[in-house]
């Protein structure tokens, strides 16, 4: 085969082939006598599996995991997969925090604020709590006032009193505090709760997609261990 016929079946250039074979994705090929490189099934499995795998795991984690594979190192390999799919678990599992936080705040909407911003004290009240867990709140970064110009106390506004409600509600609720700035960071990037709502479901989309992806690659690389493996077993044995 030459590196058109590898090339054809993705879309890609022959030197695009060339410079896979060139950077280790590819299994050693062998050259005519003319020079010319001699590519096989196995190659061709070989640019599938990681072309599959960039899909997931990105462009240079693919190369990587082809490297390990085709030195040999397949123990390198698997760990990087799978320390993609622990990553990826861990980002579903700050994606359902998130989601199940949103789901455990009052349906009740606190009366807006209207008029100046509150003070420190005023919000406590609000809130029935004491005046140490806003500025806590405000070291952990759930809630992020600003400052008078001319006192240089605290004022807090329309959205940092909403984020003081929610955060008081998630506390209630037994969530720590780094997962309530979590959430209020989500809230605050998507722009509101009907946003994050839309976000959330967004990011469960890419979530799914991933997972796709990287199931793809795995079963693409595991057909390309299985030709390695038979290619291996039809060596002749030298004595």
Same mark, same amino acid.
């Given at each position: 085969?030459?590196? +058109?016929?590898?090339?054809?079946?993705?879309?890609?250039?022959?030197? %695009?082939?060339?410079?896979?074979?060139?950077?280790?994705? /590819?299994?050693? =090929? !062998?050259?005519?006598?003319?020079? $010319?490189?001699?590519?096989?099934? /196995?190659?061709?499995?070989? /640019?599938?599996?990681?072309?599959?795998?960039?899909?997931?795991?990105?462009?240079?984690?693919?190369?990587?995991?082809?490297?390990?594979?085709?030195?040999?190192?397949?123990?390198?390999?698997?760990?990087?997969?799978?320390?993609?799919?622990?990553?990826?678990?861990?980002?579903?599992?700050?994606?359902? !925090?998130? %989601?199940?936080?949103?789901?455990?705040?009052?349906?009740? =909407?606190?009366?807006?604020?209207?008029?100046?911003?509150?003070?420190?004290?005023?919000?406590?009240?609000? /809130?029935?709590?004491?005046?140490? =867990?806003?500025?806590? *709140? !405000?070291?952990?970064?759930?809630?992020?006032?600003?400052? #008078?110009?001319?006192?240089? $106390?605290?004022? $807090?506004?329309?959205?940092?009193?909403? #984020?003081?409600?929610?955060?008081?509600?998630?506390?209630?609720?037994? $969530?720590?505090?780094?997962?309530?700035?979590?959430? +209020?960071?989500?809230?605050?990037?998507?722009?509101?709760?009907?946003?994050?709502?839309?976000?959330?479901?967004? *990011?469960?989309?890419?979530? +799914?997609?991933?997972?796709?992806?990287?199931?793809?690659?795995?079963?693409?690389?595991?057909?390309?261990?299985?030709?390695?493996?038979?290619?291996?077993?039809?060596?002749?044995?030298? *004595?």
């Amino acid at each position: 085969m030459r590196p +058109i016929d590898l090339a054809r079946e993705h879309g890609l250039s022959a030197q %695009a082939v060339r410079n896979y074979d060139a950077a280790g994705i /590819l299994p050693p =090929t !062998e050259r005519s006598k003319t020079g $010319y490189r001699r590519y096989t099934p /196995l190659h061709a499995q070989a /640019l599938r599996a990681f072309l599959a795998l960039r899909g997931g795991h990105g462009h240079q984690q693919a190369v990587e995991i082809m490297r390990a594979t085709n030195r040999g190192d397949t123990e390198s390999a698997y760990r990087l997969i799978d320390a993609a799919h622990v990553a990826l678990l861990a980002e579903r599992n700050t994606r359902t !925090e998130v %989601a199940t936080a949103l789901g455990s705040l009052s349906t009740t =909407t606190p009366a807006p604020v209207h008029g100046r911003p509150l003070t420190v004290g005023e919000l406590a009240r609000r /809130l029935g709590v004491h005046p140490a =867990t806003l500025r806590t *709140w !405000e070291t952990e970064g759930i809630l992020r006032p600003e400052r #008078d110009r001319a006192t240089g $106390y605290r004022q $807090y506004g329309p959205d940092c009193v909403r #984020d003081a409600e929610i955060a008081r509600q998630l506390r209630r609720g037994g $969530y720590p505090l780094h997962q309530v700035a979590q959430f +209020i960071d989500s809230l605050r990037e998507a722009g509101g709760a009907d946003a994050l709502t839309a976000f959330l479901d967004s *990011w469960q989309d890419r979530l +799914i997609t991933r997972s796709r992806t990287l199931l793809s690659g795995a079963a693409q690389l595991d057909a390309y261990l299985t030709m390695l493996d038979q290619t291996q077993q039809e060596r002749p044995t030298t *004595w």
